[in-house]
C-alpha cells in the first residue's frame, strides 16, 4: 500500500502554512516537551505519533507506556522491522507498508480540550558535504511545529485516516476521537498561548545546530586526510604487499570521497593499457571496472599526466579544456562526467594512477579534496617502491639460500656418488692387473662390478644433462594423442629389465580401456613413469604393493596416480621431494641409493607437457601417493573398445623408448 506524504496534504488543505528547516536535535527536543506537557497535565488528550522506523520508536517506547496511562487515546506508528505490529495493548500501534510516505517522515500530535500542539515533518536527504559526519547530528527535517489548533486538527484528521486505512477495526475508536477531538473549543475557553517559548526553543537550538554543523566540517576534513594517510602508513609497515597497499588505498580513499567509482592500477609512461588493479565502488548499481583492460595511449589526459606528471581534474566531461574525443566511448560506456586522475610518482618515474569517476553528472571537486588525493599518491609511490625493494630483496635472498644448498648437496651427492663407484671400478682393474692368474669365474664378478658401476656414474651424467635441458628450456616437445597403457607396460618393462634379480614388490595397472588418450610426447611420458616406478619400488618392501590408476580430470586432464604401501612422506616434506638433490635420509646416511634428482626431473617434464605433478602421503610408513595431471587429446578420435581402433604409441617411439631404458 503506496499512500501519499501527511506533510503535502497539510500543506495542500492550508495553503497559508510556509514549511521550516529543523535539525533532528531540534525535533527531538520538541517533541518531549510535547510529551512532557501530556505527562504533566491533568486532562487526557489525543496523541498521534510516528516514528518513521521501528527502531526510531524503541527508543522512546518507555515514555508512551507512560502517556497510555494518562490517556486511553494514543495511536503510534511505524514500518516494521524486526516484531513491531498490529496491536491493541496499552496504546494502539499501527505498522505500516515501508514503501509509504510516513517512512520518511516524523508527526506528533497532541490534542486537549484548552492546548494542542502539532509537529509534521519529512526528512531530507542527507547533504554531500555532510558526508562523514555523526549520522544524527546532520539529519535534516522539513515542515510544520504550531501551537495552532486548526492546524493540528487537520494534521490529526489526517493521521486518523491513515490510521484507519492500516487498522478499519478501529474506526468505532477513531470515530469516538474525531467527535471529542476535532470540534471547535466552547466559547469562552482559550488555548494557553506557548509560541514564545517554543520560538525561543528553536532559535537556540538551531544556532547552536549549525555551530555544531560548521566545527564537525572542518575537522571532518582534517580528519578524513590524517585517517587516510595513516591507514596507507599502517598497511606499508604490516605486509609491504603492493596489492594490500592497493587494495588498502582504493577503499579508504573511495569511502571518503563518496564518487561513483575510485580506481588504482599500476603502470608506466610508455604503457598503452593497464589492468584495473583494484576498484571501490559507491554502491552495488554502479558498473564494476575491476579487471577491466585500461587504455592509456588513446587516453589524452594520461598522455599529458605522463609528461607533466601532475594531477588533472575535470569537472564535467562533457564541457572540458581537454580534447576528449578519443576516449569519448569510454566516457559513454562507464557514465564519466567527472574525472579526477593523480599519478603515483617516485623521484620522477611513473608507478601508477589513482582515478575518481562520478556518474552523477557534474561534479565540482573542492581544493581540499585534490589535496587529500595528491597526498596519497604520493605516498603510495613511497609505498610501491618499499614493496618492491623488500620483493626484491627477498627474492635474492631467496636464490642466494636456493643456489647455497644446490652447491652443498651437488657437492655431497656427487662426492658419494661418483667417489664410491670410481674406488670400485679402480679396486677392480688393479685387481685384474695385478693377478694376472686369477680364475676366470673372479676375474668375470671384477669386470661385472666394474660395469656395473661404470653404468652407475653414466645414470648420474645423464640426470644431470637432461635436468640441465629441461630446466633450460632446450627440449623440443613431440606432442601427438598417446595411449597411456602402452606407456605404462614399456616403463613396466623397462623397470623389470633395469630391476633382473631383485626383488620387487607387487605392482599392478589400473587403467580403464575407455580412458581417452593424452596429449604428450611418448619418450618423456615413459621416462616420468619410469622414475616414480622406480621410486616407488625403491621405497616399498618386497612383500608391499604399487599401483598404477588414471582417470579424467575435470574433463580436460587426465591424472595418472602411482601410490605405494612404502615407507611414506612427512606431511613438511611434500613439496621438497620435487627440490634438486632432494634425498630423505640426508645425503651420507641412506639405505638406498640415487642422485635425488629423478622427481625434480618428473616436475620439469611434466610441466613442459603442461600438466600438475604433486605428492600426498598419510605419513611415515602410510605409503605415498604421486599424482600427475595431463591434457586429454580433444582432436583424437573416442578410444573403441577392440584393439584395432586404439590410439598406439608410434612404432618409432616405442622403439626409441625401449632403447633409452635399456641403455638408462
Known amino acids: 500500500m503506496t499512500l501519499p506524504s501527511v506533510l503535502e496534504e497539510l500543506l495542500q488543505a492550508l495553503p497559508r502554512l510556509r514549511s521550516q528547516l529543523y535539525f533532528k536535535s531540534s525535533l527531538t527536543a520538541l517533541s518531549h516537551a510535547m510529551e512532557d506537557q501530556v505527562l504533566a497535565g491533568t486532562t487526557q488528550p489525543l496523541v498521534i505519533a510516528n516514528f518513521q522506523q521501528e527502531r526510531f520508536y524503541r527508543q522512546e517506547a518507555h515514555r508512551y507506556l507512560r502517556i497510555a496511562e494518562v490517556t486511553p487515546q ?30 520518511q517522515e516524523w508527526h506528533l500530535v497532541v490534542i486537549g480540550q484548552q492546548y494542542s500542539a502539532c509537529l509534521i515533518c519529512r526528512e531530507r536527504l542527507m547533504p554531500e ?39 478499519p477495526e478501529l ?85 571518503a570521497m563518496q564518487v561513483c567509482r575510485t580506481l588504482v592500477y599500476r603502470c608506466h609512461a610508455d604503457d598503452d593499457t593497464a589492468i584495473v588493479a583494484e576498484e571501490y565502488v559507491k554502491n552495488d548499481s554502479i558498473s564494476s571496472l575491476a579487471g577491466q583492460t585500461w587504455p592509456l595511449i588513446e587516453n589524452p589526459l594520461f598522455q599529458t599526466i605522463a609528461q607533466r606528471q ?117 679396486v677392480c682393474l688393479e685387481s685384474l692387473a695385478a693377478e694376472p692368474d686369477m680364475p676366470i669365474e673372479l676375474q668375470q664378478v671384477m669386470l661385472s662390478t666394474a660395469l656395473a658401476d661404470a653404468e652407475r656414474m653414466r645414470k648420474l651424467v645423464q640426470d644431470f644433462i637432461t635436468l640441465s635441458r629441461l630446466e633450460s628450456g632446450r627440449v623440443e616437445w613431440h606432442l601427438e594423442a598417446i595411449a597411456l597403457d602402452e606407456c605404462v607396460d614399456l616403463a613396466l618393462s623397462s623397470l623389470r629389465a633395469r630391476q633382473n634379480g631383485s626383488d620387487l614388490p607387487r605392482i599392478s595397472a589400473q587403467i580403464p ?40 580430470n575435470s574433463g580436460t586432464m587426465l591424472e595418472v596416480t602411482i601410490r605405494d604401501t612404502g615407507r611414506g612422506i612427512e606431511p613438511n616434506r611434500l613439496e621438497a621431494v620435487f627440490d634438486r638433490f632432494y634425498q630423505e635420509e640426508g645425503s651420507l646416511r641412506r639405505t638406498v641409493g640415487g642422485t635425488g634428482l629423478g622427481l625434480a626431473i618428473c616436475r620439469q617434464i611434466i610441466l613442459g607437457l603442461g600438466g600438475q605433478i604433486w605428492a600426498e602421503s598419510d605419513g611415515r610408513d602410510r605409503g605415498s601417493r604421486f599424482h600427475f595431471t595431463l591434457p586429454i587429446a580433444q582432436d583424437a578420435p573416442p578410444k573403441a573398445a577392440q584393439d584395432g581402433d586404439r590410439v598406439s604409441l608410434p612404432a618409432r617411439k616405442r622403439r626409441s623408448t625401449r632403447n633409452q631404458a635399456t641403455l638408462s
Request: aromatic share 6%; hydrophobic share 45%; proline share 5%.
Open 310 to 426: 601532475e594531477l588533472i581534474a575535470i569537472a564535467d566531461t562533457q564541457n572540458s579544456e581537454y580534447d576528449l574525443t578519443a576516449v569519448q566511448p569510454l566516457l559513454d560506456r562507464w557514465q564519466i562526467h567527472a574525472w579526477v586522475l593523480a599519478p603515483v610518482i617516485y623521484q620522477g618515474r611513473l608507478l601508477g594512477m589513482v582515478e575518481l569517476q562520478s556518474c552523477a553528472g557534474a561534479h565540482a571537486w573542492p581544493e581540499d579534496d585534490l589535496e587529500i588525493i595528491e597526498a596519497i599518491a604520493t605516498q603510495l609511490g613511497v609505498a610501491l617502491i618499499q614493496a618492491e625493494s623488500y620483493a626484491n630483496l627477498e627474492d635474492l635472498n631467496s636464490q642466494l639460500e636456493a643456489l647455497d644448498r644446490t652447491r652443498s648437496n651437488l657437492i655431497a651427492i656427487t662426492g658419494h656418488e661418483l667417489r664410491t663407484p670410481l674406488s670400485t671400478i679402480q
Open 171 to 255: 474506526a468505532a475508536k477513531v470515530g469516538e476521537a474525531k467527535m471529542q477531538f476535532l470540534v471547535d473549543l466552547p466559547a469562552g475557553v482559550r488555548e494557553v498561548d506557548t509560541d514564545p517559548f517554543a520560538q525561543r526553543l528553536i532559535t537556540y537550538l538551531q544556532a547552536g545546530q549549525y555551530k555544531l554543523l560548521k566545527a564537525y566540517r572542518s575537522i571532518a576534513a582534517q580528519e578524513r586526510k590524517e585517517r587516510l594517510v595513516n591507514s596507507i602508513a599502517t598497511a606499508i609497515r604490516r605486509s609491504l604487499d603492493p596489492q594490500e597497499i592497493l587494495k588498502v588505498a582504493v577503499r579508504e580513499l573511495g569511502q
Open 74 to 103: 494514543v495511536y503510534v506508528l511505524a514500518a516494521p522491522e524486526t516484531n513491531f505490529q498490529n496491536a491493541s495493548g496499552d496504546y494502539e500501534t499501527i505498522a505500516f507498508d515501508p514503501s509509504d510516505a510516513l517512512s
Open 129 to 167: 558535504e555532510a558526508s562523514g559526519l555523526p549520522a544524527d547530528q546532520i539529519r535534516r527535517f522539513e515542515g510544520i511545529w504550531t501551537f495552532d489548533r486548526q492546524v493540528a486538527q487537520t494534521a490529526a484528521n489526517l493521521l486518523l485516516d491513515r490510521v484507519l486505512a492500516y487498522r
Open 513 to 552: 580401456p575407455s580412458l581417452p588418450p593424452a596429449r604428450a610426447d611418448g619418450e618423456w611420458l615413459v621416462e616420468v613413469l619410469s622414475k616414480l616406478l622406480d621410486n616407488a619400488c625403491k621405497f616399498t618392501a618386497p612383500a608391499g604393493e604399487v599401483i598404477i590408476e588414471a582417470h579424467p
